[in-house]
């Protein structure tokens, strides 16, 4: 299994990104795919995750109404667009999904935004 996460830049506040995560090694439709972030001396945290199997898709409290997540299944890849972004949402974005066998994670996009 791997997680390829991309996207990741320097944008002043307010700005926009877009994440994505290129997934292989396992049935892509069968999964959920979230994506985590850690900020500087904080925990990682859990901002979104999509269900390929049903759609169903969750984000936490800071990101709703400005990050938007999506799945492409034909391209196996999940992306989250980042908009109205703020100095807060700097951070290392990682890409994650559990499946039967293990739990995986990418290894991370930095996300800098500025003030």
């Known amino acids: 299994v791997q997680l390829q996460a991309s996207g990741g830049g320097l944008v002043q506040a307010g700005g926009s990104l877009r994440l994505s995560c290129a997934a292989s090694g396992f049935t892509f439709g069968d999964y959920a795919i979230g994506w985590f972030r850690q900020a500087p001396g904080k925990e990682r945290e859990g901002i979104s995750c999509i269900s390929n199997s049903d759609g169903k898709i969750y984000y936490v409290d800071s990101v709703k109404g400005r990050f938007t997540i999506s799945s492409d299944n034909a391209k196996n890849t999940v992306y989250l667009q980042m908009n109205s972004l703020k100095p807060e949402d700097t951070a290392v974005y990682y890409c994650?999904?559990?499946?039967?066998?293990?739990?995986?994670w990418g290894q991370g996009t930095l996300v800098t935004v500025s003030s």
């Open positions: 994650h999904v559990v499946t039967r066998a293990n739990q995986y």
